[in-house]
């Protein structure tokens, strides 16, 4: 596996470096989602699940995995993959490049402790990303949390129309759940970027690429995981909003009214739903994502 080279980059204008940034993130989103998008489906699938008298409870992924597979078909696992894929190019390139940019904007002056700048970058990122992407979640969200087959089942587009026919673009429509997802992704880059950055900066880079390719692996794994633990419960909160509600009317509104009710209802637990298909997502996906922006990066700078 080839590293990065140390010799010194070409040089660009700052416009020629965030296009690459941008396009690099773009790389890095629609990779991780086409390989990692059935564990999110079933992270999905548990959380909107109610308890065991729940005809559609899963008491783990093996069942998850056996009953949507004989009831659903193959394809299955791969429902409201459109919209994560359409969305994973402007989603993770806005991520990336807008990281960059809050870096430079916190940095300036050297006023805050490089750490510190880390953090709030990534936090701000994560917000940032939040607002493009809660569009194509709420459709995401709508496609996976249906049982039909893939061939019953409604387009992207289609569904798109209705939800917005029914309840416009706004907070209650293509819109619905923007508070919890907020919190979903300005927690988990907060600190995926702080943690990676940090800790690359302090283990020593490997002589042999390979060596050093797995450090890099082992510590965007480490980051994908940690964040994913932190930011699970703003994770059930947006699912539950997002998803299918009650017959009796709505019941999930607003990010913090879900957290108490699901946990005042369900248990301390309740907000930890999904969390291990979550990791083996994000954990190897938030690694995938990392090492894919930087190889794209620079091999962009050597080579356009």
Not at 146 to 168: H, N, P, W, Y
Request: glycine letters at 8%; one cysteine or more; aromatic letters at 12%.
């Amino acid at each position: 596996m080839a590293t990065p080279t140390a010799k010194p980059p070409k040089e660009f204008s700052a416009a020629s470096l965030a296009a690459m940034q941008f396009a690099a993130g773009g790389c890095a989103g629609f990779i991780e989602v086409s390989m990692m998008h059935p564990l999110d489906l079933i992270k999905t699938r548990f959380q909107i699940q109610g308890g065991p008298s729940d005809p559609h409870h899963y008491s783990s992924i093996a069942d998850c995995f056996k009953k949507m597979y004989r009831q659903e078909g193959l394809l299955s696992f791969y429902k409201g993959i459109l919209p994560p894929l359409l969305a994973e190019t402007p989603k993770r390139a806005t991520k990336f490049f807008s990281f960059e940019r809050y870096k430079n904007l916190f940095a300036y002056g050297n006023y805050i402790p490089q750490s510190v700048v880390l953090t709030l970058a990534g936090l701000s990122a994560g917000m940032t990303e939040a607002i493009v992407i809660n569009p194509f979640e709420v459709i995401k969200v709508r496609l996976q949390s249906e049982r039909r087959s893939i061939a019953q089942q409604k387009s992207t587009f289609q569904t798109a129309r209705e939800i917005v026919a029914a309840d416009g673009l706004g907070l209650k429509g293509l819109n619905k759940g923007l508070s919890s997802t907020l919190g979903r992704h300005g927690v988990f880059n907060m600190i995926y970027f702080s943690f990676y950055h940090n800790v690359k900066g302090i283990v020593p880079e490997a002589k042999d690429p390979t060596m050093d390719f797995f450090r890099r692996f082992l510590i965007g794994l480490c980051a994908g995981t940690l964040s994913s633990v932190v930011n699970i419960p703003f994770d059930v909160a947006k699912s539950r909003i997002q998803g299918p509600q009650p017959p009796e009317g709505i019941k999930y509104r607003t990010c913090f009214q879900t957290l108490s009710l699901v946990y005042k209802e369900e248990g301390y637990f309740a907000l930890y739903k999904g969390l291990l298909p979550k990791i083996l997502r994000l954990g190897p996906g938030g690694a995938i994502m990392l090492l894919v922006y930087e190889y794209s990066f620079d091999w962009m700078q050597n080579n356009l």
